[in-house]
C-alpha cells in the first residue's frame, strides 16, 4: 500500500461540489448524477497515479469504482459524500468475479477473484490516508504481501493483519503481478538503470505496484552492498 495525501474538499471537482451544493443533505445512495461520479472518479484516479488504492494495480475509468474509507454502513455513515473520504479502488463490476466468469482481457484476469474495496465491505482496514501506511506491510520476491516484522504494537500487527485477509491482497493474480512487477525491476536494475528511472512517473503514472518493486529495489541493492 502506498501514501496517498488525503484530498482536500476545496480540490474536488467544481460539478461535484455543485451538486453537493445543490443536495446538502444527500447520501452518496442517492448520487446519480453520471457526469459529476465520472469526473469525480477521475479526479481521484489522477491524484492515486493511476493505481488502486490498496493493491496498486494500474486503474483507469473503466475498471474501478469510487471506494470509502469510512464504510457507508448501508447509509449511516455521515461522511459519505465527503471528497476527503473517498478514493479509487480497482474492480468496476464485482459480478464478474463470480466463479463461473472467464476473463477476456488482463483486466478482467486481474479481478478474476474479489479483493480491495468490493471485498473489504464494512471491515476496518489500513487507510491509504495515514501517513503510516507503508509500514504496516512488507513484500516478499513470491509476490505476497504480509505483515511488517517491524511492527511491535499488537493493536497495529492485528489491524495489518486485518487488511491483508479483508482486502485479499494475495489472492493468486495479485501475488502473481507483483511477482512479476518485482522481477522486472530486478531485471531493470541489473540492465544499468537507476532506482528513480524504473519507479519514475510518467505522465501522471506510476509503474503498477509500485510498492513491491520499490522493496525489490532496495532489497537487491543492500545484498549488493552487504
Not at 469525480?40 to 488504492?53: A, E, G, W
Request: proline letters at 7%.
Amino acid at each position: 500500500m502506498r501514501y496517498i495525501p488525503e484530498p482536500a474538499e476545496s480540490d474536488a471537482p467544481d460539478v461535484f461540489k455543485r451538486w453537493k451544493k445543490r443536495h446538502p443533505n444527500a447520501k452518496y445512495s442517492a448520487f446519480h448524477n453520471l457526469k459529476a461520479k465520472a469526473e469525480l472518479k477521475d479526479s481521484l484516479i489522477r491524484r492515486q497515479k493511476f493505481l488502486c488504492c490498496y493493491c496498486e494495480s494500474r486503474i483507469d475509468e473503466n475498471n474501478s469504482h469510487i471506494e470509502h474509507i469510512e464504510p457507508q454502513m448501508g447509509g449511516l455513515s455521515e461522511n459519505s459524500m465527503d471528497y476527503s473520504n473517498m478514493a479509487a479502488s480497482c474492480i468496476r463490476d464485482p459480478k464478474k468475479n463470480e466463479p463461473n466468469f472467464i476473463p477476456k482481457t488482463f483486466d478482467e484476469l486481474v479481478g478474476v477473484t474479489l479483493h480491495c474495496g468490493h471485498a473489504r465491505g464494512c471491515n476496518r482496514v489500513v487507510s491509504p490516508y495515514d501517513p503510516r501506511c507503508e509500514k504496516f506491510f512488507e513484500y516478499s520476491f513470491s509476490g505476497k504481501v504480509s505483515v511488517s516484522e517491524s511492527l511491535t504494537d499488537p493493536e497495529e500487527i492485528e489491524l495489518a493483519r486485518d487488511s491483508i485477509e479483508f482486502l485479499r491482497l494475495n489472492v493468486p493474480s495479485l501475488v502473481l503481478l507483483r511477482r512479476i512487477a518485482m522481477f522486472e525491476a530486478v531485471k531493470m536494475l541489473g540492465e544499468g538503470n537507476s532506482p528513480e528511472f524504473i519507479l519514475a512517473e510518467i505522465k501522471g503514472k506510476l509503474p503498477p505496484y509500485y510498492s513491491a518493486a520499490k522493496t525489490a529495489i532496495e532489497k537487491t541493492l543492500r545484498a549488493q552492498f552487504a
